[in-house]
Each structure stands twice: as structure tokens, then as C-alpha cells.
């Protein structure tokens, strides 16, 4: 572990000095710095390559940035996990469009490119349905074999949502109601044998197994 966690930091310092546009604030997917994309500054983000505050900067210019490639419907599960990490969740719902595009073309399954294409019921398409759960209510594992979990949702302009999702011991659930005082009450229930923790505006929340109501400004 060790010896490839040294071989990771040093491929991450490679790409920086030859990758990072200091004019643009974006990565180039080539040396020449001719070439830009949404997917590689995700994967740069997904990477650790940039964290925090630049991160999430990274994460901007990745979204409203029209000259970039655009990723395509199956790669945007890798640009919407980027969203996640970069700290912009809150942003999942605005990001959609191109699922909204499909069912109004009436496809009943999701394709793997925008128009013109075809319905093939590509898997990777239907990546927001992971996303709901691991963004939206903020599910995830905390510790290996999903002993542990952690719950930071990231609920953008909804007032309301609520979800259950397997576990490998049983399900675990989120209803949250936020108030117009911005007031959020959580009801969360997790399985037995297990424990957690609920994150809200930075501040972290213990959690066990069962069911618990935290009311949270």
C-alpha cells in the first residue's frame, strides 16, 4: 500500500506541472495545453490533484466553461461524483437537463449519447439513480463492509425528500423537512449493528443504529 500511495503522489505532482493552465485555472488534456475537457478535470478532482476551495473553483469552470468537450451521458457519473467531492452537491438537480431532454423525447430507457442517438438502455445513463441516493440524501459508506455510514444530503432547492436504500444488513432510510427558517429535521433509521454519522453545514452528528430524529439549524 504504501509503495503505490508514493506512486500515486508522484503522478499527481507529473500532472500538475504539465497539465494545470494557470490562464484558464482548468487542466489541458494534452501537453500542447491545446485540448480541454470536462473529463479530465473531473478525474482531476476525483483524483485529489486539486481539493478544497480550488476544488470546488475547478468544479465551476468545469460546469459553465461551453468551450470544454462535454461529457457525454455515461461519463457524467464520474463528473457528478467530481460535484459531490468538490463540494457543489447542492448543485446535482441543476445538472440534469440532458435526462429531462430524453424523457421528453419519450425514450423509456436512457441512452448512452445526446441527440442523434437511440434509446439503448445503456447502464451507465442510469447513474442518477445511484446518485438520489449517494448526493441527493447523501448516503455512503463510512467503514469497509458499510459498517459505518455516513449521511451528508445535499438537497439543493427541496424542501422535502425521502428515500430507502439497501444495506447489507437491511436498508437504511433519510426523510428530511426543511423549514422556511431553514431548519432541517431528519429522520433517519439504520440498520442493526451499525452506526454512523450526519453532516449538515460542516458540523458532524452521531449517529446508531435505529431509528433517530435530529433537528438541526
Request: charge should be neutral; glycine fraction near 8%; hydrophobic fraction near 40%.
Amino acid at each position: 500500500a504504501d509503495h503505490y500511495t508514493q506512486i500515486a503522489s508522484a503522478i499527481r505532482g507529473t500532472i500538475r506541472e504539465k497539465y494545470w493552465d494557470a490562464t484558464r485555472g482548468l487542466f489541458a488534456d494534452t501537453y500542447d495545453h491545446r485540448s480541454f475537457s470536462q473529463h479530465v478535470n473531473s478525474l482531476a478532482i476525483l483524483a485529489g490533484i486539486v481539493t478544497g476551495e480550488e476544488a470546488t473553483r475547478v468544479m465551476e469552470r468545469t460546469l459553465n466553461d461551453s468551450s470544454l468537450i462535454q461529457a457525454t451521458i455515461y461519463f457524467r457519473y464520474y463528473v457528478h461524483q467530481a460535484l459531490k467531492v468538490a463540494s457543489m452537491g447542492d448543485h446535482l438537480l441543476d445538472n440534469l437537463q440532458i435526462w429531462r431532454d430524453q424523457m421528453a423525447l419519450g425514450l423509456t430507457t436512457w441512452a448512452e449519447m445526446p441527440e442523434p442517438t437511440r434509446s439503448d438502455c445503456h447502464a451507465w445513463g442510469a447513474s442518477p439513480n445511484i446518485e438520489f441516493f449517494r448526493i441527493l440524501l447523501g448516503i455512503d459508506s463510512n467503514a469497509p463492509g458499510f459498517k459505518s455510514i455516513r449521511i451528508a444530503p445535499s438537497l439543493g432547492d427541496l424542501k422535502e425528500v425521502s428515500g430507502t436504500m439497501p444495506h447489507p444488513v437491511g436498508s437504511v432510510t433519510a426523510s428530511y423537512k426543511l423549514d422556511k427558517k431553514g431548519k432541517l429535521t431528519a429522520r433517519l433509521i439504520l440498520p442493526t449493528g451499525t452506526d454512523g454519522v450526519f453532516v449538515w453545514k460542516g458540523k458532524e452528528y452521531q449517529l446508531k443504529s435505529g431509528e433517530q430524529v435530529l433537528t438541526v439549524e
